[in-house]
């Protein structure tokens, strides 16, 4: 059974998506962090409008929840035109994308969440399309069949991919800027949740969006699920106003350490720990013991595992490290106690 987390970078419901919608910031001037990015984006977009011309074919990737959507829609603001959205999965036949694609005007921004995971008869009918703004279009099929030539009017495709790597290479050589999203640090993150807390009214005391950012795993996202849990608790609970007492209960209420992990987390390294004697184990072998989704593990899970410090990959599977193992208050093996184990079982 997949477990519902609040801290589970994956979008969630429409209420979520409205949610995010209304906290997304609207321009390049308003997007806290990822500076790189900002940069190179704000200089690409300012000669793009000065030559009149669209923008080129931007591919985001990185660990869900970090700004992949919000700045396909920063994009189309930016420069004015419109926005369409879809997703890999969503478009299955050419069709799906011939009705995207010929209603889609002059400058306008196609966004494509999931990028990875277009179909390969999709993503070929797309080549031309972002090549030369043209598709060959099939109709009929068996002898009947003729194939049609559509031009269509400049765009920019927009893709968003959490794994950059499954990306076909002929799909990623036809983007023309790639930019890697980074987890924020809790400065930024603070930041975001300033402007969150702004724009939803809410009391604050010093230092307590501090306590939610060092728990929000380095993602806006689930920055801003937090401050939501956190807000229903005070309202509930207390007075309404954010207090770092507030805040420490409302977490501990969602089972929410003090690095920020949940009790998926703490399953993923505890399995590793005791049921694999610290690893290695491969992802199907964790993602069967914990009865999850392979893909949630390797998207959402292990990115910031990895990034901690608590978990490593070797060419063999996933190891904990000895921070690991600390966290979850477990004695560290030795290799020696590995080896007497070993010798034990046999
Ligand atoms: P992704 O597409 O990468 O999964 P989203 O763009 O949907 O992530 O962002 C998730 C949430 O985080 C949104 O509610 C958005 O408002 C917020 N967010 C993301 N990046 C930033 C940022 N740089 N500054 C402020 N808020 C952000």
């Known amino acids: 059974m997949a477990i519902d987390r609040v801290i589970s970078g994956n979008k969630r419901n429409e209420a979520e998506e409205s949610f995010a919608l209304s906290m997304r910031p609207q321009s390049i001037s308003e997007l806290i962090g990822q500076e790189n990015v900002r940069e190179k984006l704000s200089i690409a977009i300012t000669a793009a409008k000065q030559r009149g011309e669209p923008l080129e074919h931007i591919l985001f990737y990185g660990p869900p929840g970090l700004g992949k959507t919000t700045l396909a829609h920063i994009v189309a603001n930016e420069m004015g035109t419109n926005l369409r959205c879809s997703s890999g999965p969503a478009l299955v036949k050419q069709g799906d994308v011939m009705g995207l694609l010929t209603n889609i005007g002059e400058g306008d921004v196609l966004f494509i969440d999931e990028v990875h ?79 969150s807390a702004g724009l939803l009214d809410l009391k604050c005391d010093d230092g307590t969006l501090e306590l939610i950012a060092a728990r929000s795993r380095g993602t806006p996202r689930i920055a801003n699920r937090l401050l939501k849990r956190v807000r229903d608790y005070a309202q509930v609970k207390g007075s309404g106003g954010l207090s770092g007492e507030i805040v420490d209960n409302a977490l501990k209420m969602e089972r929410i350490d003090i690095l920020g992990l949940d009790e998926l987390d703490r399953s993923f390294l505890r399995s590793l720990a005791e049921v694999y004697d610290g690893g290695p184990a491969g992802i199907e072998a964790l993602a069967a013991t914990l009865g999850e989704e392979k893909d949630t593990l390797e998207d959402v899970v292990e990115p910031y595992l990895l990034q901690i410090g608590f978990v490593r990959r070797t060419k063999r599977g996933r190891e904990i490290t000895q921070a690991g193992s600390k966290h979850l208050g477990l004695k560290v093996k030795t290799l020696k106690d590995r080896t007497d184990r070993s010798l034990f079982d046999k």
Do not use: C
Request: hydrophobic residues 40%.
């Open 117 to 195: 995971r277009l179909s390969t008869a999709v993503e070929e009918f797309i080549y031309p399309a972002m090549e030369d703004f043209k598709v060959d279009f099939t109709v009929d099929s068996g002898m009947h069949a003729k194939t049609i030539n559509f031009p269509l009017k400049r765009f920019t495709l927009v893709g968003a991919t959490t794994r950059a790597g499954l990306l076909s290479a002929p799909l990623r050589s036809r983007f023309g800027m790639l930019y890697h999203l980074e987890y924020y640090n809790e400065k930024q993150l603070t930041q975001i949740l300033q402007r």
